[in-house]
């Protein structure tokens, strides 16, 4: 099982690419946005859409950031490498999903849900030759999306009277008939696939009630309690209940992974088998007086690449004790 110390550096890692990674989204999307963002209240300050900051200026700094997220991709094994590469495309196409379809988010979450599937390798994890784990990441990734369009639509009905006029399409104006019906739909999914990563992994009770019902009890009363025709109640939640939400997560997990690591759960870890020793009979009073049988070893070359033992059939050893 994985050390403490490895448990909590690979976190630390990974809370500092995901904080890098998501600039470097961010500066993706408003180049991209840089003639749209002027048009929608919310985003018409930021400093490409108000001229602050030119292009090049934004594009050197992506530069910078990216650097930064390689730098700490590679403090991780070498197959992280590969396994992380793709989500690169996703950041660039985020951009260009809010024109073409309603559901931006949905890229969105496909996007910032990476992390999900590299922790695996992150710890040598091997996915493509364990199911077990391969099914746990597929769902704690497909969770994760789900996440994401919760507490993206709410961030989206900020926007939800400025985006037609500007051309953009999101989940807010696709589900403007029953919000929260289709809030709820998603929350119920996240909580299913995180029991479904569980079960794949053979988790137990604590898991299950502390990421699976913190999830349900923290996402089931940010849905209930936010206002989505306020901005600034949108806005609140948006950046609220993520930490909520995401903080009964991280509990819950942390708990079992302390509850996994000392045994609390009563599951018996098998020490590895050692081997027996043979008998020695060679001090046997009663063995003094016979002879004692040894192999004889030899050993011969294999192919003039080293030596292979030979053991010839057991032939007397003479020899007092």
């Known amino acids: 099982m994985t050390s403490p110390l490895t448990a909590l550096s690979t976190a630390a890692f990974f809370y500092a690419g995901a904080l890098i990674m998501r600039g470097a989204g961010c500066t993706i999307n408003d180049l991209w946005d840089r003639n749209l963002d002027p048009h929608v209240t919310r985003t018409r300050l930021r400093p490409l859409a108000r001229r602050a900051v030119t292009p090049f200026q934004a594009i050197t700094w992506l530069g910078i950031q990216l650097s930064a997220g390689l730098l700490v991709l590679l403090q991780f094994p070498a197959s992280c490498f590969f396994y992380a590469t793709p989500s690169l495309l996703l950041v660039g196409l985020y951009p260009l999903a809010k024109r073409v379809t309603n559901y931006p988010q949905f890229v969105l979450g496909l996007t910032f849900s990476w992390g999900a599937i590299l922790g695996f390798p992150a ?6 030759a364990s199911t077990p784990h391969l099914i746990a990441a597929g769902c704690l990734y497909a969770s994760c999306v789900a996440w994401t369009l919760v507490y993206d639509m709410i961030y989206a009905y900020q926007d ?4 037609p006029k500007a051309g953009i399409k999101s989940i807010a104006l696709a589900q403007a008939k029953h919000p929260k019906t289709f809030l709820t739909t998603a929350a119920a999914a996240q909580v299913g696939l995180l029991a479904g990563a569980g079960l794949a992994i053979g988790a137990g009770p604590v898991y299950f009630g502390g990421v699976c019902g913190g999830a349900a009890a923290t996402l089931g009363y940010m849905i209930w309690k936010v206002d989505l025709g306020s901005v600034s109640e949108c806005w609140y ?6 930490w909520f939400a995401g903080g009964a997560i991280s509990a819950g997990l942390g708990a079992e992974y302390v509850v996994r690591y000392f045994g609390w759960d009563g599951r018996k870890v098998e020490a590895p088998a050692r081997p027996i020793a043979p008998p020695n009979f060679s001090r046997s009073p009663l063995n003094d007086s016979l002879p004692r049988f040894q192999p004889q070893v030899t050993a011969e070359v294999v192919n003039g690449e080293g030596f292979n033992e030979v053991r010839q059939p057991l032939t007397p050893c003479l020899d007092t004790p």
């Open 123 to 128: 710890l040598d994890l091997d996915l493509l």
């Open 160 to 163: 939800i009277r400025d985006d």
């Open 237 to 242: 939640w948006f950046r609220k209940g993520a």
